[in-house]
């Protein structure tokens, strides 16, 4: 969104659970019914559509991801979806991810992920560098960190020895018993099946913050440096790691209804739609709502936007 744009939206505002492919989607105008492409069991993703849920109407459908959850957007097999800005970005490129550029629109920017690169709080490994040579899971086929995974350790310069995708709950499993050295989540914090291991066992999160700005350049600037807060987990202090926005997102065929009841309900019930793995992600206040870079707002949410001026 241009500055321009925004200052615009901004002024108009301050005046006043199977595989996606069985879901109902395609934004039929006959159907009421609103699918959600969500993410993992147990993930941040599926937690906030499960509170969107009940104000939409919707069907939430559980996915793999980021990566999924755009391609069924496209296809037209959801009629919303959940997203990272890299991955938005890397279909509107025609990526290899994606095979072809993908053209979705925004709803909103909602939320910021959290990249946690997990180890065993025994583990001899203390930093990226250190898994050279090392298997990792870097998150399941079709989400947004096995995008990113690659991504970070081709700009760390670490040669993995085996790169594996696993379910969130599936790693956490590999990882307890020393199948994996180490383990890529994107969510919000705590994740909860993290913070469970992480009371039987240990866990570390390794610091990834020293790598955004090659990060951004290399692959834009979507990234940022965040601090997850003290006592997230069990280790001591802030760790520093990626965050990344995450947007709402439809496709270009999505009825107007749809979009601009959406935006009511990001805007009006923000309150009700705060996730458990939430701690200091929060964007639902208007300002961030709109800065949906790289995407634009579909044009009836910037419309329900305008119309929600005080």
Known sequence: MTASRRA???????????????????????????????????????????????????????????????????????????????????????????????????????????????????????????????????????????????????????????????SLKDAVGALRDDMIDAMLWSGGVPTEVLAQADREWGIRLLELGAYVPELRRRYGRYYNEVALPAGTYRAAGAVHTVGVPNLLVAGADCPDRVVRNTVRVLVEHAGQLVPKQARGTQYLDVGNLINTEPLPLHPAAVDAYRALRG
């Open 8 to 166: 615009v939206l901004l002024g108009a505002l301050a005046v006043g659970a199977t595989a996606v492919t069985a879901a109902a989607g395609g934004c039929s105008q006959d159907d009421p019914t609103v699918s959600i492409a969500a993410g993992e069991p147990d993930g941040f993703y599926i937690e906030f559509a499960n509170l969107l849920r009940p104000l939409l109407h919707a069907q939430v459908v559980p996915t793999l991801g980021s990566v999924q959850n755009i391609r069924s957007v496209s296809a037209g097999t959801a009629d919303l979806g959940l997203a990272l800005a890299d991955a938005l970005d890397a279909a509107q490129k025609g990526s290899p991810a994606f095979g072809q550029a993908v053209q979705l629109y925004a709803l909103g920017r909602v939320y910021e992920n959290y990249m946690q690169l997990v180890v065993r709080a025994d583990s001899p490994v203390h930093g990226v560098a250190d898994l050279v040579g090392r298997a990792v899971s870097l998150g399941a086929n079709g989400s947004g960190a096995a995008l990113f995974g690659e991504r970070l350790f081709a700009t760390a310069g670490v040669t993995l020895g085996q790169a594996r995708h696993l």
